[in-house]
């Protein structure tokens, strides 16, 4: 009876410290991370669970790599797959969370902006700068990172959609290239099939330049359509387009600011002063509105425009009001 008494009593005390080390095991993975303040952690391409508990008890930022090592044998099914790529690690997240997170899709990300109006080569200098981006196309020839977009032949201007983009550690800028690429390619798609019916440009290939020469025309949103209205009025009649950022475009890297005379008699393929058409390319990315204004142009009279200096334009119907303006708002300024 005895020995029955002491079996129950060892096999008692077995469990309580089971127990107890269970509880204990458990307390040093919920405890809080050793980090003062949010911080980044990196998992490698490559490294196994094991390698990264012991890079983390390495750092301080685990205390008890044991219990980590321990969760692959008491729950397996606890223990992701680790994923490459930045965490942020926050001072009350447990261990658990901890592995959690490395082995999810909440990788830090970094924001890039690609403004309305830039041209290809203010993207691509963008591009050369953003931390973290895997640059695979610095130094190329457009030609060369149009072929690797799968689009050889294309001229690249006006063809990636502005916008903000996040990308993480590694991703390469062919990624995002192909993004914008592909975002402007469906907008465009959806924007023309909404164009009105009369239009002076008949493809969406026009309509992008049409929608560059907006953009860079002006920034204020209530002019887009209107200045929509005086590229196809002036179509119409025959007369040249005469948009100052087609010669800066064209003057390429020489132009420093200003616009001489002698520039806007420049024969160049871009100098709407010179040529009977639209330019052969857009000359920068348009953004949604003004690529909607260039297939919805805005009904009128207007002829002509002129800058007020203010980032607004005053419209004029007559060359003559046309000249008055210019006297009014640039001459004499």
């Known amino acids: 009876m005895r020995v029955v008494k002491g079996l129950l009593l060892l096999v008692v005390v077995a469990a309580v410290a089971a127990y107890g080390g269970y509880r204990y095991w458990e307390s040093r993975l919920e405890a809080p991370l050793a980090v003062a303040e949010n911080t980044l952690y990196e998992v490698p391409r490559g490294a196994g669970y094991n390698r990264v508990v012991a890079d983390l008890a390495a750092r301080g930022i685990i205390a008890d790599d044991w219990a980590f090592r321990l ?28 592995i959690e997170l490395l082995g ?6 970094y924001p890039l902006t690609i403004p309305e109006g830039w041209t290809f080569r203010q993207m691509r200098q963008l591009l050369d700068n953003a931390p973290k981006l895997d640059n695979r196309t610095e130094g190329l020839p457009d030609d060369e990172v149009m072929a690797l977009l799968d689009r050889d032949g294309v001229h690249p201007e006006g063809w990636f959609f502005p916008d903000t983009y996040r990308y993480h550690k590694g991703v390469s800028d062919l990624e995002i290239l192909q993004q914008a690429l592909s975002r402007m390619e469906r907008v465009l798609e959806e924007v023309w099939e909404a164009r009105d019916d009369d239009l002076t440009i008949d493809t969406p290939f026009e309509a992008l330049i049409m929608a560059s020469l907006i953009e860079r025309e002006t920034g204020a949103p209530e002019e887009r359509r209107e200045i929509a209205g005086v590229f196809k009025r002036r179509m119409q009649q025959g007369m040249r387009l005469q948009t100052d950022p087609t010669v800066i475009y064209g003057m390429g890297e020489r132009y420093e600011g200003r616009i001489t005379r002698a520039d806007l008699q420049e024969a160049t393929p871009y100098n709407t002063y010179v040529i009977d058409a639209m330019p052969p390319t857009p000359i920068a990315m348009p953004g949604r509105a003004s690529l909607e204004a260039a297939v919805n142009p805005l009904p009128g009279e207007t002829l002509y425009f002129v800058s007020r200096g203010d980032g607004t334009h005053h419209f004029s119907r007559t060359l003559r009001e046309h000249n008055n303006a210019v006297n009014r708002y640039i001459r004499n300024r």
């Open 71 to 98: 969760l692959t044998r008491i729950e397996p099914e606890s223990v992701p797959r680790l994923r490459t790529g930045e965490y942020m690690l926050e001072p009350d997240m447990s261990g658990r969370e901890l």
């Open 104 to 109: 999810s899709d909440r990788v830090v990300t």
